[in-house]
C-alpha cells in the first residue's frame, strides 16, 4: 500500500520504502522499481543512492520541493535523485543539472532524456559567470558536490541564484573536507559558518543510508 507522507509530492510504502510519481511512465532511470496503484505508477526511490531520500527517511519532515518550482542542482551526477526532483517538480517545474565531469553528464544525459523539465548543464560550479549565462534565478538550491570548498560554493551559489524566498539545501561529505578530523567536529563548524548567513531550518544526519553525511536545509535570515 502506497500513501501520501508528510513531504509534499513524496509517498511511502512499506518496509521503509519511499516513492515518487513517475513522470515518465514506464521507464525507470537507475533500475529502481516500478509500481502501479489506482493507475498511478510510483518509481521506489533508494536512500541507499540518494541522499535527499536518506534526509526524508531520517524524519526530516519537509525538504521544500513542491510542484511547479525551479530547481538548481549542483552536482548532478548521473541523476538518481535529480530524476526524482524532476518527478516532484512535475512537468511545469524545471531542474538546472549542473555536474562538472563530461563522462558523468553524457550518462546523466542519457539517464533523463525523456524528461523535458531537466537541462543538463556541463559546469564547474566554481564559475558563477559561466553559470549566470546558462541558469535562471530559482526556488531551491540542491548541492551535493564532493569539494573541500563545497560550502563556499554553496554560499555564493546562494547569492547569485536562489530567489529572496528561497530555499538551499547542501548535503556535506565529510571525508571531502578533510579526511583527518572528525565528521562530528567538521560538521559543527560548518554549522557556524551557514548560520552567519542563513537560518538552518532543519539538520540530519544520514547514517546508516550515506556514511559521514549530514544535511542542512536552509533560508535567508
Known amino acids: 500500500m502506497i500513501k501520501k507522507s508528510k513531504v509534499f509530492e513524496v509517498y511511502e510504502g512499506r518496509m521503509n520504502k519511499l516513492y515518487t510519481v513517475n513522470l515518465i511512465p514506464g521507464k525507470s532511470v537507475y533500475d529502481e522499481s516500478l509500481s502501479r496503484q489506482n493507475n498511478i505508477e510510483y518509481r521506489e526511490w533508494n536512500a541507499y543512492s540518494s541522499k535527499l531520500a536518506a534526509a526524508i527517511l531520517n524524519k526530516c519532515p519537509n525538504i521544500f520541493l513542491r510542484k511547479n518550482d525551479v530547481v538548481l542542482y549542483l552536482g548532478s551526477s548521473t541523476g538518481t535523485t535529480v530524476s526524482h526532483v524532476s518527478d516532484i517538480v512535475g512537468k511545469e517545474g524545471f531542474v538546472f543539472a549542473v555536474d562538472i565531469a563530461p563522462r558523468v553528464m553524457r550518462d546523466l544525459v542519457f539517464n533523463l532524456e525523456a524528461r523535458k523539465n531537466v537541462a543538463p548543464v556541463l559546469a ?26 563545497q560550502v563556499d560554493i554553496f554560499l555564493n551559489s546562494v547569492n547569485t541564484f536562489m530567489k529572496k524566498d528561497g530555499y538551499a539545501i547542501i ?20 554549522r557556524e559558518i551557514l548560520q552567519r548567513e542563513l537560518t538552518i531550518i532543519d539538520f540530519r544526519e544520514l547514517e546508516p543510508y550515506q556514511k559521514d553525511h549530514v544535511m542542512f536545509i536552509c533560508k535567508r535570515k
Not at 134 to 149: C, E, F, G, P, T
Not at 171 to 190: C, G, H, Y
Open 171 to 190: 548535503a556535506v561529505k565529510a571525508r571531502s573536507i578533510d579526511v583527518t578530523r572528525k565528521p562530528k567536529q567538521i560538521f559543527n563548524e560548518i
Open 124 to 149: 564547474d560550479g566554481n564559475n558563477f559567470k559561466a553559470l549566470r549565462e546558462k541558469v535562471s534565478m530559482v526556488d531551491v538550491i540542491y548541492q551535493d558536490i564532493a569539494q573541500k570548498n
